[in-house]
């Protein structure tokens, strides 16, 4: 099987409650997309769905626990999907440059995304 880290903005105008409904969005938006590549077949890695309103349950937790966190599972997969805004996401920027020092294929649409056939 081969996996697809799933990458897009998270945070809102803020990083705590009072942008838990934008925060939601994204979170449910990375979800879509990681159903749609698993009833395809492939596996896929959300870390949105992964640390989802930890900024509300756990928020004395730094976003550098989470940026180190997501790196690791950046790493161990084959390609990165970018969602819609990824480019003003800062942590969104950071895992595609490390996605293409990996030599990673970067996928701008779920299609795009299922329709690669990996060597």
Not at 37 to 46: E, H, M, N
Request: charged letters at 15%; glycine letters at 8%; proline letters at 7%.
């Amino acid at each position: 099987m081969k996996y697809i880290y799933i990458a897009g903005p998270y945070t809102g105008v803020t990083h705590d409650h009072y942008s838990y409904w934008e925060i939601d969005q994204n979170i449910n938006r990375s979800l879509e997309a990681m159903q749609q590549l698993a009833q395809v077949g492939l596996g896929a890695f959300s870390p949105h769905g992964h640390s989802a309103h930890f900024e509300v349950i756990a928020p004395d937790v730094p976003a550098t626990y989470w940026y180190e966190l997501d790196m690791h599972f950046l790493e161990a997969c084959d390609g990165i999907l970018m969602l819609p805004g990824w480019s003003n996401s800062k942590g969104s920027c950071h895992e595609k440059a490390r996605a293409e020092e990996l030599g990673m294929p970067v996928f701008y649409s779920v299609p795009a995304a299922i329709a690669w056939t990996p060597d």
